[in-house]
C-alpha cells in the first residue's frame, strides 16, 4: 500500500538554528499538508499546498510541494522553544496517508 | 475556522464496558475520520464516513463501530473495551474535492481501560 516516508524521526537542535524535515512517497498526491501535535493535544494545521512546485510560507515556517508530486519539504526558520513538539507531513488523493511525524527537541 | 470537537478529552473505562467518543465539526463536512495514535506506529484509521449513514472500515476496524446520524456528528464505539485499545483517539473532517482538501483535526480523547 501506499507510505510515506518522514525523516528524520526526531531531531535535537539548538534554540536560533533552522530545521528542515521532508516526506517522500512511492505514489503521486494532489494535496501535501503539514501539521504541528503538542502533547497531549490533537494535530494542529500549519501549511497546506495544493499544486506541484508551490512554496508556501506560514510565518517561521516555509513548505514545498515537490515536482514529482511524490514530496514535499518543511522549514522552519530560527527555531523558538515553542517549536518543539511533533510535526506531521500527509499526503492525499484518494486516500489520506499520514508520516510517522518529526519529533523536534530544543536544546536550552 | 473550522473547529472540530471531541466531547471527552480524558476517560477511563473498565474492560468490557461500552464506550463513546463523539465529535462533531462545524463546517459541513462530508468526510469524517477516526484514528488512534500510539507511540512509534503514528496514526492508524478506525473507520471513516463520507455522508451521513454512510460508513467505510479503516486499516483497524476491528473491536470498534460507529455511527452517523447527522452530518456533523461522528460517534465511534467501542462495543466491549479492552486494554488493547488503551490510546489516544483523533477525529477528523474534511470536504471532498480541490482546495478544501484540508484535514482538521480535533484536541484528541485519551482512552485507558483498566
Known amino acids: 500500500g501506499q507510505q510515506l516516508n518522514q525523516s528524520p524521526q526526531s531531531m535535537f537542535i539548538q534554540e536560533g538554528e533552522d530545521v528542515s524535515m521532508n516526506c517522500t512517497s512511492s505514489?503521486?498526491?494532489?494535496?501535501w499538508l503539514w501539521y504541528k501535535q503538542d502533547p497531549g493535544e490533537g494535530p494542529v494545521l500549519l501549511i497546506a499546498?495544493?499544486?506541484?512546485?508551490e512554496l508556501t510560507s506560514n510565518g517561521r515556517l516555509t513548505a514545498q510541494f515537490g515536482i514529482t508530486r511524490k514530496d514535499s519539504f518543511l522549514n522552519i526558520s530560527a527555531s523558538i522553544p515553542s517549536d518543539v513538539g511533533i510535526y506531521f507531513c500527509?499526503?492525499?488523493?484518494?486516500?489520506?496517508?499520514f508520516g510517522k511525524g518529526t519529533r523536534l527537541h530544543i536544546l536550552p | 475556522d473550522v473547529k472540530v470537537t471531541q466531547s471527552s478529552r480524558y476517560l477511563v473505562k473498565r474492560t468490557g464496558e461500552k464506550v463513546f467518543l463523539e465529535c462533531v465539526q462545524d463546517?459541513?463536512?462530508?468526510?469524517m475520520f477516526w484514528y488512534r495514535q500510539d507511540p512509534g506506529l503514528g496514526l492508524r484509521l478506525i473507520y471513516f464516513?463520507?455522508?451521513?449513514?454512510?460508513?467505510e472500515k479503516g486499516d483497524i476496524p476491528e473491536g470498534y463501530s460507529v455511527s452517523r446520524e447527522k452530518k456533523e456528528r461522528f460517534s465511534l464505539i467501542l462495543e466491549s473495551a479492552s486494554t488493547n485499545q488503551t490510546s489516544m483517539y483523533l477525529c477528523?473532517?474534511?470536504?471532498?474535492?480541490?482546495?478544501?482538501?484540508?484535514?482538521?483535526f480535533g484536541e484528541g480523547s485519551w482512552l485507558t481501560v483498566v
Open positions: 500527509a499526503g492525499r488523493d484518494d486516500k489520506i496517508i
Open positions: 477528523a473532517s474534511t470536504t471532498g474535492e480541490g482546495r478544501g482538501n484540508t484535514i482538521y
Open positions: 499546498l495544493y499544486k506541484a512546485g
Open positions: 464516513s463520507y455522508d451521513v449513514k454512510m460508513k
Open positions: 505514489s503521486i498526491f494532489n494535496t
Open positions: 463546517m459541513d463536512h462530508e468526510n
